[in-house]
């Protein structure tokens, strides 16, 4: 899959991996700034999937190393949601190739904006002052129902993913709100391997570009992380809504307009 790019391209590229990185490491959503990047330099629309899952699976992972060095997120009590998190990405990523998905591309701006509306109007739901890391394995039916479903929606689609990990990690476990992010970017991660084994299967991945945008991201992945540990939620929760907004209005453009 060759495509050769002027030096100032790169340069763009460069800078946009390096934002949704950060972005992603905080919020989630930085595939609303890498996907559009990729299909505007002329990268097939399924190639840009495929690329972006390549080089969202650099970012995820440093942010969620990054967590997990921090001691915001600990696998051993997330071994029931990390398989169900792979099934589900295993089986979204191969129906988004077999069904029609214009219905969810029309419902997904309001599930968003309901979602920012919610984080909006209510403080306490990027976690309470309460709210205490886990010291044992939350259950592991929670972790099947929640890691089932986001896996099969980043895997079918994923717009927002990170953030519905955020928001649901904080409703159902009651973690603290970074807590929360670690676990966040340790699913998407594996969501996003899983996606990306597939695409690469089927022949839908520039390497090249993949890479080079990867790096970039693993180095906003690495600055974000850290800037959320730093800042806490003062930081965290008006980049959340701000990201989540723009989502919604980029879906909504795109499905409606």
Aim: positive net charge.
């Amino acid at each position: 899959m060759e495509l050769l790019l002027d030096p100032s391209v790169w340069v763009i590229l460069a800078a946009t991996g390096f934002i949704a990185g950060f972005i992603d490491a905080v919020a989630g959503g930085g595939g609303l700034l890498s996907i559009p990047a990729l299909l505007t330099i002329g990268v097939p629309p399924h190639a840009a999937l495929g690329t972006n899952k390549l080089a969202a699976s650099f970012g995820s992972s440093m942010a969620a190393f990054t967590y997990y060095r921090k001691h915001f997120f600990e696998p051993r009590f997330w071994y029931h949601a990390s398989i169900a998190t792979f099934i589900g990405a295993v089986i979204g990523t191969f129906v988004v190739y077999l069904i029609d998905n214009q219905w969810l591309e029309k419902l997904l701006p309001l599930i968003i904006i309901i979602i920012a509306i919610y984080t909006l109007l209510k403080p306490s739901v990027m976690g309470a002052n309460t709210h205490l890391p886990p010291t044992r394995a939350p259950s592991a039916f929670k972790q099947w129902r929640q890691g089932i479903p986001l896996g099969f929606y980043d895997g079918f689609a994923g717009p927002a993913v990170g953030a519905f990990w955020t928001i649901s990690s904080i409703s159902q476990y009651q973690l603290p709100v970074l807590n929360s992010c670690g676990l966040a970017r340790a699913m998407t991660f594996i969501s996003n391997l899983t996606s990306l084994m597939v695409f690469l299967a089927l022949g839908q991945v520039n390497i090249v570009i993949g890479l080079s945008m990867g790096l970039c991201m693993m180095l906003g992945s690495f600055v974000g992380a850290r800037t959320a540990i730093k800042f806490g939620v003062p930081f965290i929760r008006p980049l959340f809504i701000t990201v989540v907004i723009l989502i919604a209005v980029n879906l909504a453009w795109s499905a409606w307009a």
